[in-house]
């Protein structure tokens, strides 16, 4: 079985609609909504289409298909720099030092700032991988590809990059963080704060929210539980962005307070040991053979596989099938990482 990254284009929305409504809320990149998933395909389209090497207001949104059926079994997206046209905010944690001369006693306080500190970063989101796949490793291919691209288009990229992973939400879809801060000021549940976020933008929030800093020892236990940790089903994710460089620097999402992970770009592992060479030969599948992910190609032109290569003095050789999937062949050039 082959699994193929591409570039989304405008027959995938009903697939990407099917993913959205499985993902059980929280996904802010991947509402259930179609006409702002249709939007943001015709975005992307413009992405992909983008030849100018320069850092813009990129959205590319990518699918994960199973070349033997056809179907599509996953999405990811990347997103040249946030805040460009609607600000990009975050609750920064932070802490104060105050000490009483009379009680002789020094109090440290935790608070919650909102801020707009992250905009200008390149993001890593929105993905997606059908439950059925969880366990076939392809998870990596979804995730890590993401950096070959970036790689292979540096110059539209920042030289920061963040993921946001999203925060605790129970099994009814509700969100102890926003139960405990922010739905306090508004009068809408968790959900619909949500999906108003995905379809207009968050400043709704810079609206209303207090500017001053919250001291967290005021917020619900369930709040302070979960801020800063991400959902169950995230973890697996936030080990993977921890292989790769990303760090958790104490900013959370103003909804859910899920993780902000920071990475320089140019750290960021996959696009570090990446390498780039000629197709030498094809060979035959071996279910003993090296894997790497593999990619190649330009923007709508990209492509990306987890395949069996293998390094030659000349150059590599790859497996038939990753070959056929990708459309390339001898004498092309390929960007590989290892699996």
Request: net charge negative; charged share 25%.
């Amino acid at each position: 079985m082959t699994f193929i990254l591409r570039p989304a284009r405008e027959k995938d929305l009903e697939a990407l609609y099917r993913m959205a409504k499985g993902t059980g809320g929280g996904f802010t990149n991947l509402p259930p909504d179609k006409p702002t998933l249709k939007a943001k395909l015709e975005r992307a389209a413009k992405a992909f289409a983008r030849e100018e090497d320069t850092l813009g207001d990129d959205m590319f949104v990518f699918i994960l298909e199973d070349t033997e059926t056809g179907k599509v079994r996953g999405t990811c997206q990347i997103f040249s720099q946030v805040g460009t046209e609607l600000p990009f905010y975050s609750y920064r944690i932070g802490r104060i030092t105050q000490h009483s001369k009379e009680l002789d006693r020094t109090f440290r306080a935790e608070m919650l700032t909102l801020c707009t500190d992250l905009d200008g970063s390149s993001e890593v989101g929105g993905l997606y991988l059908d439950p059925t796949e969880r366990s076939s490793g392809v998870g990596k291919l979804l995730a890590r590809s993401r950096y070959l691209f970036i790689r292979a288009h540096r110059a539209k990229f920042a030289d920061r990059t963040l993921a946001e992973l999203r925060g605790a939400i129970d099994d009814a879809g509700n969100s102890p963080f926003w139960d405990g801060l922010a739905g306090r000021f508004f009068d809408m549940s968790f959900r619909d704060a949500d999906e108003f976020n995905a379809r207009h933008g968050n400043q709704f929030i810079a609206d209303l929210m207090p500017k001053h800093p919250i001291y967290t020892a005021l917020l619900s236990e369930g709040a302070r539980q979960v801020m800063g940790q991400p959902h169950y089903s995230g973890r697996p994710a936030m080990r993977m962005l921890e292989n790769e460089g990303f760090r958790f620097q104490n900013y959370v999402d103003i909804f859910d307070g899920g993780p902000s992970m920071m990475a320089d770009t140019d750290r960021i592992r996959t696009i570090q040991v990446a390498n780039d060479a000629k197709i030498t030969a094809l060979t035959v599948p071996d279910d003993d053979g090296p894997t790497h992910i593999v990619s190649h190609g330009r923007l709508a032109d990209f492509r990306a596989c987890i395949g069996q290569l293998t390094e030659t003095d000349e150059g590599v050789t790859l497996d038939e099938e990753t070959a056929a999937a990708m459309g390339v062949g001898v004498g092309d050039t390929v960007t590989y990482a290892p699996a």
